[in-house]
Nanobody, 127 residues
């Protein structure tokens, strides 16, 4: 079955950096667009970033543009989220998700487009 396992979360001071990883198994990774989402307590889920299966299309949420970078390594079945200049408002549980796509430029930012989700990794930014 499809498994997505996030890692790399933790506690970091404001202004610091973290790199999240999401290792996928049970699917043909190079056929899936991948997304990162986050949810803080009491808040709605937020779209963070998405990348098409080819890597040719990348989309970021407005709140992370210029600070976060999504990338993928299809040979390692892994998607990454490099997070720089972290702020206290970035504190949340971060989830990766996979969406089968025939288009090399499809990078959906809508959670409902993703049928497969990981368990999440907590990121806490102290101010």
């Amino acid at each position: 079955q499809v498994q997505l396992v996030e890692s790399g979360g933790g506690l970091v001071q404001a202004g610091g950096s973290l790199r999240l990883s999401c290792a996928a198994s049970g699917l043909i990774f190079s056929s899936y667009a991948m997304g990162w989402f986050r949810q803080a307590p009491g808040k709605e889920r937020e779209s963070v970033a998405a990348i098409s299966w080819s890597g040719a299309s990348i989309v970021y949420g407005d709140s992370v543009k210029g600070r976060f970078t999504i990338s993928r390594d299809n040979a390692k079945n892994t998607v990454y989220l490099q997070m720089n200049s972290l702020k206290s408002e970035d504190t949340a549980n971060y989830y990766c998700a996979a969406s089968l796509s025939s288009s090399p430029i499809s990078a959906p930012m809508t959670g409902s487009r993703y049928p497969y989700w990981g368990q999440g990794t907590q990121v806490t930014v102290s101010s």
